[in-house]
T-cell receptor, first 112, second 113 residues
Framework: GESVGLHLPTLSVQEGDNSIINCAYS??????FIWYKQESGKGPQFIID?????DKRQGQRVTVLLNKTVKHLSLQIAATQPGDSAVYFC???????????FGKGTTLSVSS | EPEVTQTPSHQVTQMGQEVILRCVPI?????FYWYRQILGQKVEFLVS????????KSEIFDDQFSVERPDGSNFTLKIRSTKLEDSAMYFC???????????FGDGTRLSIL
C-alpha cells in the first residue's frame, strides 16, 4: 500500500550546523513529494517540493534530494537556526494526485 | 502572503452533538482538502473537494462526515454526531492545482467531551 515514513523521530543539532532529515517512501509510482514544517500549535507550513523527474531542488537554505532507486527523500537545512526547531514531515501525492500521504515526522531541536 | 484561515481555533462539544468547522481557502485556489491530526501523530487525509464535489475520501470519512462549499469563499466540514475519537486537530488545505503544493491553515482543535 501507499505509505511514507521517516527514519528518525528526533534530531538534535547545534546552531550553525547543517541538518539532514530523512524519509523513506514505499510507493515507487509516487511522482510528487513535499516537505512541511510544523511548529507547535500551527498547521503544516510548506517548505519545498520536488517532482520525480528531478533528483535535487534547492530553496533558501534548504535542499531536497530524491533517490528513486532506493525510494529515499531527504531535506537538508544549511546553517540551522533556533527558529528551525519544529516537526518536519515528508509527504507524497497518492496515485490520483488528490491527497497527500504524510510520514510520522521528525522533531528537530536546535540548541544555541 | 495569502493564507488559509480556519475558525474556530478551538471547539469543545458534547459527544453526539453536531459540529461544523469552517475554512476560508486561498482565494484563487480550486482544490480543497480536510486533514486531521490526533495529538502526537501524523497528519491523516480525510477528503478532497473540487468543482463542488468530493474527489476522494479516506476510510476515516464515513457517513458522519460531510463537506460543503456554501458560497464562493467558505469550505466547511460537518461531523453529524461526534464521538470521543473525533477529538483531534482538523486542518483545512487548498491548492491552485493538483500539481502544486497544498497550503494549510492553523487548524481547529476539536475536543469531544
Amino acid at each position: 500500500g501507499e505509505s511514507v515514513g521517516l527514519h528518525l523521530p528526533t534530531l538534535s543539532v547545534q546552531e550553525g550546523d547543517n541538518s539532514i532529515i530523512n524519509c523513506a517512501y514505499s510507493n515507487s509510482a509516487s511522482d510528487y513529494f513535499i516537505w512541511y514544517k510544523q511548529e507547535s500549535g500551527k498547521g503544516p507550513q510548506f517548505i519545498i517540493d520536488i517532482r520525480s523527474n528531478m533528483d535535487k531542488r534547492q530553496g533558501q537554505r534548504v535542499t531536497v534530494l530524491l533517490n528513486k532507486t532506493v525510494k529515499h527523500l531527504s531535506l537538508q537545512i544549511a546553517a540551522t537556526q533556533p527558529g528551525d526547531s519544529a516537526v518536519y514531515f515528508c509527504a507524497e501525492n497518492n496515485q490520483a494526485g488528490t491527497a497527500l500521504i504524510f510520514g510520522k515526522g521528525t522533531t528537530l531541536s536546535v540548541s544555541s | 502572503e495569502p493564507e488559509v484561515t480556519q475558525t474556530p481555533s478551538h471547539q469543545v462539544t458534547q459527544m453526539g452533538q453536531e459540529v461544523i468547522l469552517r475554512c476560508v481557502p486561498i482565494s484563487n485556489h480550486l482544490y480543497f482538502y480536510w486533514y486531521r491530526q490526533i495529538l502526537g501523530q501524523k497528519v491523516e487525509f480525510l477528503v478532497s473537494f473540487y468543482n463542488n464535489e468530493i474527489s476522494e475520501k479516506s476510510e476515516i470519512f464515513d457517513d458522519q462526515f460531510s463537506v460543503e462549499r456554501p458560497d464562493g469563499s467558505n469550505f466547511t466540514l460537518k461531523i453529524r454526531s461526534t464521538k470521543l475519537e473525533d477529538s483531534a486537530m482538523y486542518f483545512c488545505a487548498s491548492s491552485g492545482s493538483l500539481e502544486g503544493p497544498q497550503h494549510f491553515g492553523d487548524g481547529t482543535r476539536l475536543s469531544i467531551l
